[in-house]
């Protein structure tokens, strides 16, 4: 979601070259699997590159704080995950398991993660 991540740029890419799928945090949510068996299934693609970013806003949130904010506010308390973390390099890992364990993807073998840092503009592979 970050637009201070360039993603063509950082890999090389052209412009539409890739399917970009953005969200809060980068995480991998049942939407984004979702889209991704789309992309794989309806449109060819085979690779998965997970990126997240260093000063991302959801490791300064909890799921728990930002659920009670939304019911203070709306009266309504999301049925969905916040996804909120603490270390990004965790959550990438985290996100790319969930893509390598899905049964709804046939292309599980190269799945990527990544930590853009927002600083410096530097990327580092997460193993």
């Known amino acids: 979601m970050d637009a201070r991540i360039r993603v063509f740029e950082i890999f090389g890419l052209l412009q539409g070259e890739?399917?970009?799928?953005?969200?809060?945090?980068?995480?991998?949510?049942d939407d984004m699997?979702?889209?991704?068996?789309?992309?794989?299934?309806k449109l060819g693609t085979r690779e998965v590159l997970?990126?997240?970013?260093?000063?991302?806003?959801?490791?300064m949130v909890t799921e728990d704080d930002f659920?009670?904010?939304?019911?203070?506010?709306?009266g309504l308390r999301p049925t969905w995950a916040v996804e909120a973390f603490r270390e990004v390099e965790d959550s990438?890992?985290?996100?790319v398991?969930?893509?390598?364990?899905?049964d709804f993807l046939p292309?599980?073998?190269?799945?990527r993660g990544f930590v853009y840092d927002v600083?410096?503009?530097?990327?580092s592979e997460v193993g």
Do not use: P
Not at 18 to 29: D, E, F
Not at 107 to 111: A, S
């Open 18 to 29: 890739s399917h970009v799928l953005r969200n809060a945090g980068g995480v991998v949510t």
């Open 33 to 41: 699997i979702r889209s991704l068996a789309l992309s794989q299934r």
């Open 50 to 59: 997970i990126v997240q970013h260093t000063e991302c806003g959801l490791s």
């Open 67 to 74: 659920k009670d904010e939304l019911e203070e506010a709306t």
């Open 92 to 95: 990438v890992r985290r996100s």
């Open 97 to 102: 398991q969930r893509v390598r364990r899905s």
């Open 107 to 111: 292309h599980t073998d190269n799945v």
């Open 119 to 123: 600083k410096t503009g530097q990327l």
